[in-house]
């Protein structure tokens, strides 16, 4: 069940985004930054080889290793009607952070952090971070009240739906991180600064992979 919490606040959608196939260049120069400075010690498997990945990670509406639903891309949902009136015959649709759950939390875990990333191309979909460490889910499109949220790679606060190419091979990571402590960062903090502090603080950590393979 989920923890009786004040208030909590949506991701930011239903996010009206516009369908677009061209790449996000932003993007991927925010991810290259992210990977000279982190050397993507956080975002690699092959990295904190010493960290157990004793985390199980699900999600009622995604599977390990199945397509990203559309309503969690940049797909979105409901296109047909969100189109009408668009503007340059683009169809604005809405996307939603999923749902996730999550259990084999160490005893140890002070608090836990989420991070959304593509592997591939260094890119950070979504950070949230300072979630108590008794809960075991995040509902769709719902962050708790007293959790935060960073920036992404390009530079929101929020969740920002991932856009695959069509036909491009792509892998989607929803990556839980249990925590020594709660971090010491505000809401909003700096994509790199948010990634170090999960990194120095985690002590175990699972995934749930979308891939189009």
Not at 41 to 60: A, C, E, F, K, R
Not at 68 to 75: H, K, T
Not at 88 to 105: D, F, I, K, N, Q
Not at 165 to 191: H, I, S
Request: glycine fraction near 10%; charged fraction near 20%; charge should be negative.
């Amino acid at each position: 069940m989920f923890p009786a919490l004040p208030f909590p606040r949506t991701t930011g959608a239903p996010r009206t985004v516009r369908t677009s196939f061209g790449t996000r260049s932003g993007a991927v120069v925010a991810g290259a930054v992210l990977a000279l400075t982190t050397g993507c010690g956080l975002l690699s498997p092959s990295q904190n080889g010493d960290m157990p990945d004793d985390i199980t990670v699900t999600s009622p509406l995604m599977q390990e290793g199945g397509p990203l639903p559309d309503a969690y891309s940049c797909m979105g949902t409901n296109g047909a009607e969100a189109g009408n009136g668009s503007e340059g015959g683009e169809e604005a649709r809405e996307s939603y952070s999923p749902p996730l759950s999550w259990s084999g939390l160490p005893d140890e875990a002070g608090s836990i952090a989420l991070v959304v990333d593509d592997p591939q191309k260094a890119q950070v979909f979504w950070v949230v971070y300072d979630l108590d460490p008794e809960l075991v889910e995040l509902r769709q499109n719902t962050v708790p009240a007293d959790a935060k949220q960073g920036r992404n790679s390009v530079g929101e606060t929020s969740y920002d739906p991932p856009c695959p190419e069509p036909g491009e091979a792509y892998e989607y990571r929803f990556t839980v991180y249990a925590l020594r402590n709660p971090l010491d960062l505000p809401e909003g903090a700096a994509l790199n600064a948010s990634l170090e502090a999960i990194a120095n603080q985690a002590v175990a950590r699972g995934s749930l992979v979308t891939s189009s393979d």
